[in-house]
Nanobody, 117 residues
Framework: QVQLVESGGGSVQAGESLRLSCVVS??????????QSWYRQEAPGKERELVA???????SYADSVKGRFTISRDVAKKIVYLDMSSLKPEDTGVYYC?????????WGQGTLVTVSA
């Protein structure tokens, strides 16, 4: 059974940094067989927004976070990271880790990030 567990969320002031981690377990394939991404949900009932995605070297980002967020992964440990810097109040939300392989999505439970002005 594939499980994703996020951690690293918290409450910070604008301009500060956070690192989110997502530990993947129960995934029988190498991480390179799948894409990993981070989504953000600003409020309950709102759609999750794709923030960052990686399927190998480098990543792609939402315009709102480009230059401030970096996605990376440790394929040996099966951990996906999201380094967030210069945080803004509009970055507030629940951040979810996603793993996708062959159109099957796996999600974590989310970690809350709150950025105050």
């Amino acid at each position: 059974q594939v499980q994703l567990v996020e951690s690293g969320g918290g409450s910070v002031q604008a301009g500060e940094s956070l690192r989110l981690s997502c530990v993947v377990s129960g995934f029988a394939f190498p991480m390179n067989y799948a894409s990993q991404s981070w989504y953000r949900q600003e409020a309950p009932g709102k759609e999750r927004e794709l923030v960052a995605l990686t399927a190998g070297d480098g990543g792609s980002y939402a315009d709102s976070v480009k230059g401030r967020f970096t996605i990376s992964r440790d394929v040996a440990k099966k951990i996906v990271y999201l380094d967030m810097s210069s945080l803004k109040p509009e970055d507030t939300g629940v951040y979810y880790c996603n793993l996708r392989i062959s159109s099957t999505d796996y999600w974590g439970q989310g970690t809350l990030v709150t950025v105050s002005a």
